[in-house]
């Protein structure tokens, strides 16, 4: 088992490599503790051979590996990509390109939504997959045998799993269904974390525009010290705590150190100064500009049943062409179609509309229905 400690072995490495048609790719990281991943190990196969890069060896540079992942001759493969990928994306500002997700390829190719490397591997190898060392502390040196053989395995077995779905992909003319998925994947946009976008992840029970802003202004603050510290933003402060200050709007350090979770000594440091300027800036932006959640929109009366009917049909015919419905059609879009002929959704557009779309609109219309025969159930055109 090869593990890479040096710069000059990485290079070596590389160019033994570079000529490839395609390399398997995956990472070992860390960020229960901290903000920004703390990427520990890289695994990279290419068709001869497989190697742990150790990006915290002392000394070690990992511009060739950077060299390689930019290389547009070279595909790179992952399976689940999207937090591998993000670690890139912080260390370089770029995302490897080009790019293949076996995990989003195996949507479209019948193993359901989201398929895990494990489930994928078993189904379309001979290979058995130790997850004994899924959980380890990839941070602690030295890593012992079993962990490089297990991170190793990610990338070797990858190779024969990603040659079977390229194939059908292939027999199957599927390679543009990847289209819309990979393209979210390639965006650096997907991997930017705005800290004025924050306080959108949070659960919100209430729109009042106020609430809104003080709980913008502070969960953006929260962001960027939470980034500066390189902490968890739980760390610095708690989703609670925020939902608190943003409802009650304290305007003093005794009325924001009453704050269940925050407490006295927080209120009265810098924290609690910089949270009340947060505060201050959020009650002095005039009514029009106040930011607005989502507006909920109500499903028609009586649309139910034809959502409910929309989700039989999308499952049948997901079934039927062994493609993940994920894929296909979410919940929202039936909604949309259910209200509306010419809903403004993807699964009314390219090859979702061809796969489901019209099918969708036709059991509206009345031009087809679903019966049941025996125990299954089937479509039926009607005249």
Not at 55 to 83: C, M, N
Not at 191 to 219: G, S
Request: overall charge neutral; charged content about 30%.
């Amino acid at each position: 088992m090869s593990l890479i400690t040096t710069t000059d072995a990485l290079s070596a490495f590389i160019e033994r490599i570079r000529d490839a048609e395609y390399v398997t790719v995956d990472t070992e990281f860390m960020r229960e503790k901290t903000y920004w991943p703390e990427l520990c190990l890289v695994q990279v196969a290419g068709p001869d051979e497989a190697a742990a890069i150790d990006p915290l060896a002392p000394g070690i540079d990992l511009s060739p590996l950077y060299e390689l992942l930019a290389d547009p001759k070279v595909l790179k493969v992952f399976h689940a990509a999207r937090q591998d990928l993000e670690i890139f994306v912080n260390l370089t500002g770029q995302v490897p390109a080009p790019l293949f997700d076996t995990q989003v390829a195996a949507m479209v190719c019948g193993f359901g939504d989201s398929v895990g490397y494990e489930t994928l591997i078993t189904k379309l190898t001979p290979a058995r997959i130790d997850k004994s060392s899924r959980f380890t502390d990839w941070s602690h040196r030295p890593l012992t045998d079993r962990q490089l053989h297990y991170a190793l395995s990610d990338v070797t077995h990858l190779r024969p799993a990603y040659e079977k779905i390229r194939a059908k992909l292939t027999r199957t003319g599927r390679e543009g269904w990847l289209a819309d998925e990979m393209a979210i994947l390639t965006d650096p946009a997907t991997y930017r974390t705005e800290p004025e976008d924050a306080w959108k992840r949070l659960k919100v029970r209430t729109e009042k525009p106020r609430f809104l802003a003080i709980l913008k202004e502070v969960a953006a603050w929260r962001e960027r010290e939470a980034q500066r510290k390189n902490l968890p933003r739980n760390r610095v402060l708690r989703d609670e705590a925020l939902m608190e200050i943003a409802a009650h709007a304290p305007s003093n350090v005794d009325d924001l150190g009453r704050t269940r979770g925050l407490g006295a000594g927080m209120a009265q440091g810098r924290y609690g100064t910089e949270i009340l300027a947060a505060i201050k800036t959020a009650q002095a932006i005039p009514d029009s500009a106040l930011p607005r959640g989502e507006p909920r929109v109500e499903p028609a009366p009586g649309i139910a049943p034809i959502v409910e009917l929309l989700r039989v049909l999308l499952k049948m015919v997901c079934d039927d062409n062994d493609v993940a419905s994920r894929l296909v059609a979410n919940a929202a879009d039936l909604e949309a179609i259910a209200g509306d002929d010419k809903a403004d959704v993807q699964a009314l557009k390219g090859w979702r509309r061809d796969l489901f779309g019209d099918a969708a609109l036709r059991l509206k219309q009345g031009k087809l229905a679903l019966a049941i025969a025996g125990k299954k159930v089937k479509i039926v055109d009607l005249p």
